[in-house]
Structure formats: C-alpha cells, structure tokens
C-alpha cells in the first residue's frame, strides 16, 4: 500500500491486495495463540522481514531472486529504491512490524481487530476507490468512495472479530476502528499506512472499551 496515486496496473492491484488479505494469518495468530508465543512469533517475523528487505537493498544476489526474479512485477516504484541506496522497506515489512507492534500494544482482540479492519478495509479502499472513485479528498491521492468502502469493510470486519470467544471488542469500537483508520488511511501522511493505521486506530479502539 501507498501513500502515493496508484501506478500499477488494475489487475496488478488486484493481486497485490489478494495477497495482502493472505496477511490476516498474523491477526489470526493474535487470537488463537497465548499471547506470550504470539509476542515471540511476529517479532521474530519482524526481524526476518526487515533483515530479508535490507539484503535485498544491499545484497546482489539476494536482490536479484527477489526483484528480478520473484516479486518486482508487483511492487510499487517507490519500493524499488536504487540498490546501495537508502533503505526503503516495501508494504509487507511494515505489515510485519504493525503486527508485532499491536501484539505488543494492545489486547489480543484489539490488536488483531486493528490489523484485520485494515488488511480488508485497505483492500476494499483501493480496489473499489479505483475502479469507482472519482471525487477526491483535498491534498489526497484517495477518494472519497474508496474511504466509503474502508469504513464498511472495516467496521464489517471488526464486527466479525467480535463473534470470538472473549474477544472484549464491542460494535463501539469497531465503528470508531473503521472512521479512525478510513480517516488514516486516505489522510497523506508520511509514515506508511500498513504501520499508522493499525496501530492509530488500536489505540482509538483500546480507548473506548
């Protein structure tokens, strides 16, 4: 995800985002492991992403299978900074950050709430902001009918985190979830969305409980 207006192709979008939903494992694992296990488990993730992302940016051959050879086609131009050059990390590495950020942060139902709402709610923003979108927010990439479908997909998504078992979410703080990160999400700030949001809107929703 970007902050950035969309260059990939449509269909490229299209993957790209189903790919991203193959992501909500990491909530998953919020909810279903004890939370010391899952505290180790993603921030070891976190450390491999970020280690496998700096080699990328500084390791030929490492750089070569991942680029030129596995994901390049679906990553984003402002993910491909020249190599030897500052160190930018793609989408998925702040993804993994997120995770352990909220497994960290927040209760499990809340963490995996806040990670879960975007993951489906940034999917639904892009692929139907694209597609339909055609009223702009002002000094924002985004549209206004893309950050419609955010606040749904979240708010739907967060209701669906309540059915578990113990989970302390309330319909409250789902919807505060979904305007909180629908609002993030489309605002242009310069710190990576896949990070911002989830733990932003974490925060809104602890609040609340």
Request: net charge neutral; charged share 10%.
């Amino acid at each position: 995800m970007s902050d950035h207006v969309p260059v990939l192709p449509y269909r490229v979008e299209l993957q790209r985002k189903a790919i991203h939903l193959g992501a909500l494992v990491l909530p998953f694992a919020i909810l279903v492991l004890p939370t010391t296990l899952a505290r180790v488990v993603l921030t070891t993730l976190a450390v491999l992403a970020v280690a496998l992302d700096v080699a990328r940016q500084r390791v030929a051959a490492v750089h070569d299978l991942l680029v030129d050879r596995v994901f390049g086609w679906m990553m984003r131009p402002e993910e491909l900074p020249e190599f030897g050059g500052p160190i930018v990390f793609n989408g998925a590495v702040w993804m993994c950050l997120s995770a352990a950020a909220c497994v960290w942060l927040f209760p499990p139902g809340v963490g995996a709430a806040a990670l879960a709402m975007l993951m489906v709610g940034d999917g639904a923003a892009a692929v139907l902001g694209r597609r339909f979108g055609r009223t702009k927010w002002p000094g924002s990439p985004k549209s206004v009918e893309g950050t419609a479908a955010y606040v749904v997909a979240a708010f739907l998504t967060g209701l669906a985190v309540t059915t578990w078992p113990s989970v302390g979410l309330t319909v409250v703080g789902c919807g505060v979830g979904a305007v909180v990160g629908a609002a993030l999400e489309a605002l242009p700030i310069p710190v990576n969305d896949n990070f911002r949001v989830p733990v932003l809107s974490g925060l809104a929703m602890w609040a609340v409980l």
